[in-house]
Structure formats: C-alpha cells, structure tokens
C-alpha cells in the first residue's frame, strides 16, 4: 500500500512538482537569509577572532562593540597588571583614520596599533613579509582583502580609455596616514569584518602618532590569564579591582553580535525574508498538496471500500508528505549551500552552521504536517458509498 502512495504522489506530475517547487523555493530562501544573517553577524565579532592570544578583554564600562571608541587612560594599564592572576596585559590601539594614496587618492583605514615589544595582538598569518618586520621605522602591515579594492597603486600608465593603470598595493609601497609617512612591510590574512575599510597594523607607539592628539587613546587592554587561573574568575576580579569591563573573548563577540541586533534593522529585515519564504511554503506547497489528496479522494475511498482502515490510509497521506518534504528540503539546502560556494566570501557574508539546516528542517516539516493534517481530514470523513455513487 505504501508503494501505491508512492506512485500515486509521482503519477501526479504537474501537483508533484508544483510541491517540490514550493518546499524547494521556502527552504531556499529559509536557509540563504539565515545564513547571510548569520556570516553579517559573524562579521561583528571578527577583530576579536583574528585576535586569539588574549583570555580576557578589558574595555571601558560603557563600551557597546568591539568598533566602539571609548577609550581608556594609560594608568589603566598599570591597574590591571597589577590584579593577581595576570600573566600580561598590553595595550591595544583601534581607530579610523585617513589614508593618502600616492596619486592623491583619499580613504579610511582601520589601524590597529599593538604592544611593540610583545606583538601580541597582531595577525597570526602573513602572506608576505613577518610580523616582527614591523619595528622597522615607518612600517605597517595590511590586510589582504582591501588590496585589489581601496588600497591600490597608480602605475603611471593608461589604458586605451585614458584611464590610469592601478594595481594592489604590495610590500615595499608607501602611503601618508593621517598626513604622516607609512612604509607598507607585510600583507597579513583576517577575517572579513563588518566594516568595509582596511586594516592596517602598526605598532602601539607608531599609532599614536598617526592618531591626532588627545589625552586618551588606549581603545582596550588585552590580558592573559597565569597557567591554572580561570578566566573567568579574572575577569570577575579584574572588574571588581579597576571598575572596567573584563570580559573573555566568547562574552566579548556575543556583546558585540548583540549590539547590532538591537541598534540596526537588520535582524528585522532577514526576519521578514525569511517568514515570507515560510508563508510562501506554506502558500504554494501546502495548497497544491491538498488538491493533490482530494484528487485523488476517489482512490483512497476505493482502497477503503476494499478494506483499508483509516489508520492506513493516513499513514499513506503521511507518508506522501514525508516523501515531498525531503525532496523538497534537499533541493532547498542544496541550492542554497551552492550559492554559499560559487559566491566571493569577500562580497557576501555566508555562514551556514549547523543549526540552520536544522531550523530549515522545522520549517518544511511544520508546512508538511500541516498540509497532511488537513487533507487527512478529508481522508477520515470520506464515505467509501460516495465512490460507487454517480
């Protein structure tokens, strides 16, 4: 009887597909909104994943983001290299500043200025050059990601329009930060953040004369926890000794993730696309499944005129759901991991984990059940005399 369903559901072409195609296009548009919401988000929190030698990290009180700018006073630094249980703390400076390319050219870059004697807190992958080549005079090291974009060179050649003849920038180039001479020495490889400009690393000192003059510059102190101290009790004592905001690095991105969500349209916008490819589903896959079981009422009323109880006959609706839920379902998710891969990670933020195919799941198995629950009412009420009659 079960193979019966089966073919019944395939014989059925036009209805057939017409629920593939909504299942499909719901679970489509279910995952691909999920998971751009998902790798946007993760954006927000990239500085502090590309920034994995710090345990805990100190900020101002009143800091919303890992991009905000409340900056600390350097007797801060002193405060928390003074609570037990630190191994090291060091300064971290991160701000945006203006960028003068050789032909006069004008951007903005993130620069990012760490501990010179240490490093720490600088890139941990280099593409071209070492990250100790930063205690050379001028020198800074750029993100790979802006190269070809933003931070391109003029060659001093045109092409056929006229037009000047660019290439990335590369070791050796030179630039003017904030009026000041800049010494390109290493091109290293991040994550790509939520903030479309570049990052620049340089030493904590060299950034504070690329920055303009204020008292306070420190944006956020990085600390290390001494072998067998639990980080998170050192955040607690760190706050309870300074009075700032210590907090580790999974605490840290989850702040950071939340102040998007809260301060911006953007969990709203993806929230609509994503339940208008539900109630799509529902619309399209949930109709045309419906008429599919009343077209063929005729059959299940002759099976059940043969015999058949109705226990069985809803096991056959059920089963038929089941059938186009996960042909449906796969055809979704697979489009949509494909348009994950062929895409350009630097162009669009895709982060499918493992929770979305889940979520994905639920939602075509709430659209099936309930397109199955309500044909399997007219399955139960139907009256196997009304077959023969006419």
């Known amino acids: 009887m079960f193979r ?59 800091l919303l983001s890992v991009d905000d700018a409340k900056a600390l006073r350097d007797a801060d630094l002193q405060r928390v290299r003074g609570v037990p249980g630190v191994a090291w703390a060091v300064p971290l400076f ?8 050789d ?32 205690r050379q005079a001028d020198a800074v090291i750029v993100s790979h990601r802006r190269l070809a974009r933003e ?4 060659t001093g050649e045109r092409g056929p329009d006229g037009k000047s003849i660019d290439r990335p920038m590369r070791v050796g180039d030179e630039m003017e930060l904030n009026e000041r001479r800049a010494r390109v020495v290493g091109i290293c490889v991040n994550e790509e953040s939520f903030q479309y400009v570049p990052q ?35 955040a607690r004592r760190i706050e309870e000794r300074t009075g700032l905001s210590a907090l580790a ?21 993806f929230g609509i696309a994503i339940a208008l490819g539900f109630f799509v589903g529902v619309a399209i896959a949930g109709q045309m499944f419906y008429n599919f079981t009343l077209e063929n009422l005729k059959y299940f009323g002759a099976m059940k005129a043969m015999g058949a109880s109705s226990w069985l006959l809803l096991r056959m609706v059920a089963l038929q759901g089941a059938v186009a ?66």
């Open 4 to 62: 019966i369903s089966i073919k019944m559901l395939f014989g059925d072409g036009a209805r057939f597909y017409g629920i593939l195609l909504g299942l499909a296009f719901a679970s489509l548009l279910i995952a691909q909104q999920s998971s751009i919401f998902v790798g946007l988000m993760s954006r927000t929190s990239a500085f502090i994943r590309d920034t994995p030698q710090a345990d805990i990290w100190v900020t101002d009180p009143d």
């Open 94 to 101: 991160k701000g945006l500043l203006g960028v003068r390319l």
């Open 103 to 134: 032909d006069g050219r004008r951007t903005v870059c993130e620069v990012i200025g760490i501990d010179d004697a240490t490093l720490i807190g600088g890139p941990h992958t280099m593409l071209e050059g070492k990250l100790e080549d930063l």
């Open 151 to 154: 931070l391109r060179m003029a």
């Open 200 to 234: 620049v690393y340089t030493t904590y000192s060299r950034a504070l004369q690329f920055q303009p003059a204020v008292r306070r510059v420190m944006s956020m102190v990085l600390v290390k926890a001494e072998p067998g101290i639990n980080p998170a009790d050192l």
């Open 249 to 269: 690095a999974s605490p840290f991105q989850w702040k950071t993730i939340g102040f998007w969500m809260r301060e911006t349209g953007i969990p709203i916008n």
């Open 325 to 390: 839920g996960a042909i449906g379902l796969g055809l979704g998710l697979g489009i949509a991991s494909a348009i994950g891969l062929l895409n350009n990670p630097d162009h669009l933020a895709f982060v499918m984990t493992w929770h979305i195919p889940v979520i994905t799941a639920g939602a075509v198995l709430v659209i099936v059940v309930g397109a199955s629950l309500i044909s399997m009412i007219r399955v139960i009420r139907l009256d196997p005399k009304s077959v023969f009659q006419g």
